[in-house]
């Protein structure tokens, strides 16, 4: 793939390893109202190998007995895939469906497709499911996320060999992924972090709440950037929850963002993916978590994809390219944020981060795409790719910003664009960008 205009380039390297990963309502009071904090990692124990019931040609699973101090024990399914020989490792990525996590992520619509495409890129697939449901007592949700959190450090020293550590969840995959980031500090072996279609249970006090407060409402409302859905999403999610069983003024505590939660995840990039269709609390909920990470963060909205992500071809690709994308570079990751949808007659504004004092160029393209661009890494925007700016970051923040001006044509209306940066050797996400009335 050719870059109009791009000039000479350091080499990127690129090698990355990802997760991916349900929701609450009403608070119910009950035993849980006596369920005490979350206190320290489990452990693991290797029940069998392989699964009941065997695993696909090129895969092995295990069976695991997980146990974290005042819950009861819990198992979990495994499923290894490798890539075909002679591909080259880039990394692991560990995937897990939403609600309970009950089965596997590769058995629902459109999974095995993007585990596929993650194979084909050099990356070993642990596809986990849990043979109960990982939330599923009293002693509430965060408690309970010991049981991934100590799933993904085992994964992490038992199966992963080299390039980059990744997990992605859906929905209440999601919120495991996100708990393991701001209660167990799992941010320290993450590379990249990708939840999508939340994370749900960021601040369970507010969407727990039925019918939901006016302050919530107009939080709520205004969370969301403007002009990415095709809905207006829920505030809350469904009365009676299992999430929501808990005291009032616990529920503040059980969730992601509890008081005192590390926000700060200075080697992990947290890519989030919010399908343009889902119409549920999920997307303010994610939007919350979005908002409080004060590392390195990316959003993105892809079209024609409902809650569950990996449905629709927009959101496979997004996933894949936010694990593509989180690729180790030197001396530091980069990424590329628009403020808002640009209007006809107005500016696209992005900002950049990278590397201090690097140069940076930002590229744009009519198509997405994702080409091993020899030897600079992933490009995701398609051929012809034109650099549309250029500069130099801060020498101190890394910081940068870029701005575009938008033709007042009408003509212009619902017109998309991939945008995609690269500083100093490091590319950025790619962005894409409808022009707005």
């Known amino acids: ?39 320290g990692l489990g452990t693991v124990a290797v029940l069998a190998t392989p699964c009941p019931g065997g695993a696909g ?27 075909a020989a002679g591909v080259p490792m880039r990394g692991t990525v560990l995937m897990g469906v939403g609600g309970g996590g009950v089965g596997f992520y590769g058995d629902r619509v459109g999974g095995a497709p993007l585990q596929m495409d993650l194979l084909a890129a050099g990356f070993r697939v642990v596809d986990r499911s849990w043979v109960s449901g990982w939330f599923n007592d009293a002693a509430g949700v965060r408690k309970q996320s010991c049981r991934y959190a100590t799933l993904l450090t085992w994964v992490r020293a ?36 990708v939840p999508t279609g939340g994370p749900p249970m960021s601040r369970l006090d507010l969407l727990c709440q039925t019918p939901a407060t006016p302050q919530w409402t107009s939080q709520c409302m205004n969370v969301v950037p403007a002009n990415v859905m095709t809905c207006q999403p829920g505030c ?37 993916v919010i399908g343009a269709n889902d119409c549920s609390s999920a997307v303010p909920a994610g939007m919350l978590f979005h908002t409080a990470v ?26 894949l390219r936010a694990i593509l994308g989180g690729a180790a570079c030197t001396p530091g990751p ?7 949808m640009p209007q006809v007659g107005g500016l696209l504004e992005i900002d950049l981060a990278g590397p201090a004092g690097a140069d940076w160029y930002v590229a744009l393209s009519l198509t997405p795409a994702i080409t091993d661009f020899a030897p600079f890494g992933w490009l995701f925007i398609g051929s012809p790719a034109l650099v549309v700016g250029n500069g130099t970051l801060h020498p101190m923040t890394g910081r940068g910003a870029f701005n575009l001006a938008v033709p007042n044509d009408p003509i212009l209306i619902g017109f998309e664009v991939f945008f995609q940066g690269l500083t100093g050797t490091c590319l950025t996400n790619q962005s894409r960008v409808v022009v707005a009335p």
């Open 158 to 193: 038992n199966l992963h060999t080299g390039g980059a550590f990744c997990a992605t969840g859906n929905s209440g995959g999601s919120g495991e992924l996100c708990y393991a980031l701001t209660t167990w500090g799992r941010g320290a072996i993450l590379d990249v972090a």
């Open 57 to 83: 040609p090129g895969t092995t699973c295990h069976v695991l007995r997980i146990s974290c101090t005042g819950i009861p024990d819990i198992d979990v399914r495994v499923r290894v895939t490798n890539p």
């Open 236 to 272: 809350t999610v469904m009365p009676g929850h299992t999430v929501c069983t808990r005291c009032p003024t616990q529920l503040r505590q059980d969730s992601i963002l509890f008081l005192g939660a590390q926000r700060n995840f200075p080697t992990t990039r947290v890519h989030q």
């Open 334 to 340: 980069a990424s590329m944020q628009w403020r808002a």
């Open 1 to 39: 793939m050719k870059v109009n205009s791009m000039p000479a380039l350091s080499s990127v390297h690129v090698a990355a390893v990802c997760v991916v990963a349900v929701l609450c309502v009403s608070s119910l009071p009950g035993q849980g109202c006596t369920a005490g904090p979350p206190t």
């Open 294 to 319: 004060l590392s390195e963060k990316i959003v993105e909205f892809p079209a024609n994809t409902p809650h569950w992500v990996a449905t629709s071809q927009e959101g496979r690709d997004a996933i």
